[in-house]
């Protein structure tokens, strides 16, 4: 007899089957016992009216590992229409006591340092497994929507001469007796690889030194990056990202319904053309529609992206809105002008639901540009002289975007803080598990 | 006229199209011009006799990126059987210098200290950039297998409390004022993940301090992590190896024809199932073969290797040799030992033409087995309390592997030098570009 997948079950209706997995709860009521099975996949309710049936598991801690052959019975009311019948129980891992943290309803009650410091076993609760095996999901549709449109996968190296952008916010490490840096960001090496194969992306972890204590960062993260070359201008990323959403989107609809009914969420319909709205406007609209004077701010805060996601959705029943033309002011460096107003850039945040989720746009492509915007940012060249070859020996006009994994699934999941969307987070007072 | 690849010239023979690209090479023979264009993703020949079409690139260093039009002529004779005439170029991004490395010859002549040294241009090489997408179609097919069987893509963190496995070799970093570490691998991680998802996998970078100076070492890598549960012991993990190296090679092969070509590779047939051998009787056979007796020595030598490889290929005819059951002594504390004779493990090694490829093995999956591993160990419980705090609650026999992606490559293609196959090396002396 094969071992199948609870997930399976449907398909063996009046077959006796195999299965492997976790004890995730045994209840009796009026004796009858409930006995719940969950694999890596799903989750199986075993019903026994014969007590010797299930005598293996007497006084067997919950989350000890089982084998366990049943008859598939179709059963309307059972959760997913079928239960197991008959049961023979063979245990595989016996525990000595209780998991620490309760993972067996349907709901976990646990608190988030609870939930955080026992992650280890947390994440085997069906509900929050669901959102890493989405976290997947939103990878391989990434990967799938660019590799479709010609780009190539790229991995480059995490430990670093000298800072991405910038000196601040690095993890500074001993390399051999000499500093190294942990990359902020794939930034100027995407940059450099569109000079080998044109259209790039990479999926990989990122590190950011930065001493915040919010819901919405953390120390370690994944980027979802991209990076492409002979565009028009920043309106062209856009349409990439547009699609690039869309094509995730697509692939969490197809794949993953069970994670997101599980998780009560809802995938937003992308719009063919997703609204943008100029920075400059994005102000007045402010001040038009709630009185508060934004104008000359150099950023939007965190209530303007809210205040702007609720126009999107009214006006446009979106739940995206592109904000283009951010001050060149707080951009980075390599950031390209805009050609009629250099006071501002050819780069743009998309704010989903209110919240930004993507960072991208135009950058300079042209060496002596680069020099430029090196010496008005005040940095010296030789730190990136590595960087800087790339545009003295040709680069086309290029842009690119970086999607949150972490960021993009807490919004689309509705999850309160960014570590219940973080597999195993890293923060300020947090290194482990 | 919309743009198209170089790649794709062949289904426009008669029409006029543009590519866009690299100047890539450009040759005066006898009154005519032979221009040839590098996109993204191949090449592409242009001739002219007419001097005033080719004007816009006098004195343009190479490398310069253009814009062309001309008409596909089918032309036996030249690369592809393509080629373009009556050009019309403009020229995008006008370049002050030749490159510091020639790229425009069919072999790229410099030595490797200048390859490396100007990466960022030299992996524009078209024999360069064909490794690293063939790199990408390695990751790809790795992920294509495993999702096929029920894998799930898994992230973890790379900044660690304490060291992976010992506190040897591993990079120290300031993490807000108190030490960490950057993992030397996912293992601990990949194994708690079987807990959630039973079967997982990796790809992401992993970092070893290892003050090692040869060919086939680097110091930051990509590695290829696979985990899976409810094993019957390492030969079941060694099955699955046969099938994702499989699927790696049947997506290059399918996939990368172009690029396998330019490198002049040949992919080995993989054999429905890998011979193997066991440790003692692979020294036996040393012994008797070559009259070394190696026996007693607790690992293989590079010299045992490649006799193990001249052996598989001559008995099997087989590019792959699996080596199992090596002795505990060398292995990690979570290896499963062999239950027949404890002083070997579980666990294997996978030869490729002679080098170590892949490491893999049976786990440990009972707590108390931990305990006991750890002690005789001489390495303290605490640091690995998270660790532990999966099999304390109930994990299920299971075990797994690490390829490396760039040893895989410079097996394959024949490179001389690991670094030849990275993207960006580190090494010691190298953290930079």
């Known amino acids: 007899m094969n071992t199948i997948r609870t997930t399976d079950l449907s398909q063996y209706i009046g077959a006796r089957v195999r299965l492997h997995g976790w004890l995730h709860n045994l209840r009796q009521m009026g004796g009858v016992s409930f006995l719940v099975l969950r694999d890596g996949y799903g989750t199986a309710q075993v019903v026994s009216e014969n007590e010797t049936d299930l005598a293996p598991l007497t006084n067997l801690p919950l989350e000890s590992v089982i084998i366990l052959e049943g008859d ?11 239960e197991l019948h008959r049961p023979h129980v063979t245990v595989i891992t016996s525990n000595s006591e209780a998991p620490p943290v309760a993972i067996h309803k349907k709901e976990i009650k646990a608190g988030l340092p609870t939930l955080l410091d026992h992650a280890v076993i947390a994440n085997r609760h069906p509900q929050r497994r669901a959102v890493f095996r989405l976290a997947a999901g939103v990878m391989a549709g990434f990967r799938t929507t660019l590799n479709n449109l ?4 790229i991995q480059t190296p995490k430990m670093v001469a000298s800072a991405t952008e910038s000196g601040a916010n690095v993890f500074k490490l001993d390399y051999f007796g000499r500093p190294a840096y942990l990359a902020q960001s794939p930034q100027f090496y995407k940059q450099i690889m569109v000079g080998v194969f044109e259209r790039v992306y990479e999926v990989g972890p990122v590190f950011r030194a930065e001493p915040h204590d919010t819901s919405r960062h953390v120390n370690e993260y994944v980027s979802l990056d991209v990076e492409f070359g002979f565009i028009e201008n920043h309106f062209t990323v856009m349409a990439l990202l547009c ?9 969490l609809s197809q794949q993953h319904t069970a994670e997101l009914t599980l998780l009560h969420a809802n995938i937003p319909t992308i719009p063919a053309e997703i609204p943008h709205i100029h920075f400059a406007a994005a102000q007045e609209l402010i001040l038009q529609l709630h009185g508060v004077d934004v104008r000359g701010e150099p950023d939007l805060s965190p209530q303007d992206e809210r205040w702007l996601g609720e126009w999107a959705q009214q006006e446009h029943g979106s739940d995206f809105l592109f904000v283009a033309g951010y001050p060149m002011g707080k951009r980075p460096f390599y950031t390209h002008p805009d050609p009629a107003n250099p006071a501002y850039s050819n780069s743009f945040d998309l704010l989903f639901r209110g919240t930004e989720l993507v960072t991208g746009g135009q950058r300079l492509h042209l060496y002596s540009d680069y020099l430029a915007a090196l010496d008005k940012a005040g940095l010296p060249a030789e730190p990136f002289a590595a960087y800087l070859e790339a545009f003295r020996y040709g680069m086309p006009p ?3 975007f970086a999607i ?3 960021r993009l ?3 689309l999941l509705g999850l309160p803080n ?10 300020m007072q947090r290194l482990a598990p």
Chains 1, 2 share one sequence.
Not at 72 to 82: E, K, S
Not at 150 to 153: A, D
Request: proline share 7%; no cysteine; charged share 15%.
């Open 150 to 153: 010609g780009f190539t996968e």
């Open 418 to 427: 960014l570590r219940l969307a973080t597999l195993f987070p890293r923060d």
């Open 404 to 406: 949150g994994l972490e």
């Open 72 to 82: 598939v019975v179709h059963t309307p009311q059972a959760p997913g229409g079928v």
């Open 409 to 411: 699934l807490m919004q």
């Open 398 to 400: 290029h842009g690119g």
């Open 243 to 251: 699609d690039v959403i869309a094509g995730i989107f697509a692939t």
